[in-house]
């Protein structure tokens, strides 16, 4: 058998020999965003319901940087939701000195409802 070189350089692309086959060189991108809560549960869910895209994403190694930025995304929209609906329902500053029980409670209202909303306009679509 002929001696072949432990490199190669192809087509744009490396390769290394690896007994007689030679195995490309991929090297994911360097991603240090953390994928967070709405980008785990986008990942479920791309799992579960349309395979091509996940797949396309996962082999594209695109992956990890659209979870982090729709995790961004939709961190951004729960708190721009959340603060219109506090100006909506008067949910002031003034209400959570004069009556703390009644501020926590119209939060978590709020808090639970623009989660529900971020749920159904980024994660599961």
């Known amino acids: 058998m002929e001696h072949l070189p432990k490199k190669i350089h192809q087509n744009g692309n490396s390769y290394t020999l690896v ?13 240090s ?7 785990r549960m986008h ?52 209400l959570k000195t004069r009556d703390q029980f009644a501020w926590v409670g119209a939060m978590n209202s709020i808090r639970s409802r623009a989660e529900e909303i971020v749920l159904a306009e980024l994660v599961y679509c």
């Open 19 to 31: 007994g007689e086959y030679y195995i490309p060189d991929l090297k994911l991108p360097e991603e």
């Open 43 to 94: 990942k479920v869910f791309l799992q579960e319901n349309p395979p091509g895209q996940y797949s396309a994403q996962l082999l594209s190694g695109k992956l990890r940087t659209y979870l982090a930025d729709l995790n961004e995304q939709a961190d951004n929209r729960l708190e721009c939701i959340i603060s219109q609906m506090q100006a909506a329902e008067s949910v002031t500053e003034e």
């Open 33 to 39: 965003r953390p994928i967070g809560r709405w980008g």
